[in-house]
């Protein structure tokens, strides 16, 4: 029998389209944006995996700590347009997010800036929450998620990815990476703990869902899993 082969990003022409809407408006103007849009959906396999969940379901998305609203995108593409709100502390990222959406047209898609370690907006939805666990400390962690898990419908999927703690290469290039993103600025707050598999699942548990957790690293270095958590 086969080995399956590791999840993967999006194709390079669907990566490149999607990148358009991040293009400067001059051309002379800074095209870090639109390269690395390009490189992030065609390396990582986590856009294909949450669209996986998310595909086929009715309910609204939140997505706590949404960055640049890629995930806003990614479910347009592959044509799935529920009600879409991202939420970020990075104010500069909502303001390149919010052009982007414009300049690609996207409709139902509203972004608003937010600690999320305060309270979280009004939802009945799904709940997406993709690479933040680890720059929480861990009773923040575990605060975030009882508020993300209030905000879910009946059936819908908390869908999250994160890197768990790890003493193997992988999760060494993960925090490495993790430093070094908040070192050059792209993210605003530093690492400060990664959650254990069993501690996580055990977290969703007390809150009354019942979690799955596979591997999301696809062909990348880093340690990253992919948790899916609905009411029990």
């Known amino acids: ?52 969940i998310l595909r086929d379901t009715p309910w609204p998305v939140l997505d706590l700590g949404c960055g640049l ?29 919010e052009r982007a959406a414009g300049v690609a047209a996207l409709r139902q898609v509203a972004f608003a800036p937010l600690d999320l370690t305060g309270q979280l907006p009004p939802h009945a939805g799904s709940v997406a929450l993709l690479d933040v666990l680890q720059y929480l400390p861990a009773k923040r962690q575990q605060a975030l ?37 908040h070192l050059s600025g792209w993210m605003r707050t530093a690492p400060r703990d ?13 809150l009354g869902l019942r979690g799955e957790c596979t591997p999301l690293y696809g062909t990348t270095p880093f340690n990253n899993w992919l948790v899916v958590a609905r009411r029990a």
């Not at 809407?21 to 390396?43: C, E, I, M, T």
């Not at 990614?74 to 879409?84: I, K, V």
């Not at 598999?197 to 969703?204: N, S, T």
């Open 69 to 97: 609203g890629l995930l806003a995108h990614a479910l347009r593409a592959a044509r799935h347009a529920p009600a879409y709100l991202g939420v970020d502390i990075d104010t500069a990222k909502l303001a390149r997010a």
């Open 194 to 206: 990664y959650p254990s598999r069993e501690g996580l699942l055990a977290a969703l548990s007390s």
């Open 1 to 52: 029998m086969e080995a399956a082969s590791p999840p993967q990003g999006m194709p390079r022409e669907h990566a490149r389209a999607i990148a358009r809407a991040f293009l400067p408006a001059r051309r002379w103007g800074n095209r870090y944006d639109y390269h690395y849009v390009q490189a992030k959906l065609r390396s990582d396999p986590l856009y294909p995996g949450v669209i996986a």
């Open 145 to 181: 998620l009882a508020n993300a898990a209030a905000r879910l419908a009946a059936g819908a999927p908390l869908v999250i990815r994160t890197p768990l703690a790890g003493d193997h290469s992988r999760g060494r290039l993960t925090r490495i990476a993790d430093r070094l993103g």
